[in-house]
Nanobody, 124 residues
Framework: QVQLVESGGGLVQPGGSLRLSCAAS????????MGWYRQAPGKERELVAS??????????RYAGSVKGRFTISRDNAKNSVYLQMNSLKPEDTAVYYC???????????????WGQGTQVTVSS
């Protein structure tokens, strides 16, 4: 059994900041890429940021709409990924989902796992 649990969402004013956290637990052998996605009402889920599993911190990728405002990071020892969100805008309002590509103990296959989502609302 593998679980991804997100935390850190909430209501924030435009220009404010939030930090999302996601911890993976269970029978995990290894975690490769991790990422954050978001889905706003009436829209498709989109990639916000991703990070690979490099020992020196991994390489990152960002959606154009968040580049320069959001920073993704991870702690491999804690099987965790974080998203620091600064200069938030109303259009950042969405449910944010954590994703991890991982291999379970005893399995040769890699699968993508999702968290339950955390609501981020940017409003005055």
């Amino acid at each position: 059994q593998v679980q991804l649990v997100e935390s850190g969402g909430g209501l924030v004013q435009p220009g404010g900041s939030l930090r999302l956290s996601c911890a993976a637990s269970g029978s995990i052998f290894s975690i490769n890429a991790m990422g954050w996605y978001r889905q706003a009402p009436g829209k498709e889920r989109e990639l916000v940021a991703s990070i690979t599993s490099g020992a020196s911190g991994g390489s990152t990728r960002y959606a154009g709409s968040v580049k320069g405002r959001f920073t993704i990071s991870r702690d491999n020892a804690k099987n965790s990924v974080y998203l620091q969100m600064n200069s938030l805008k109303p259009e950042d309002t969405a449910v944010y989902y954590c994703n991890a590509d991982l291999i379970r103990v005893g399995s040769p296959y890699q699968y993508g796992y999702w968290g339950q989502g955390t609501q981020v609302t940017v409003s005055s």
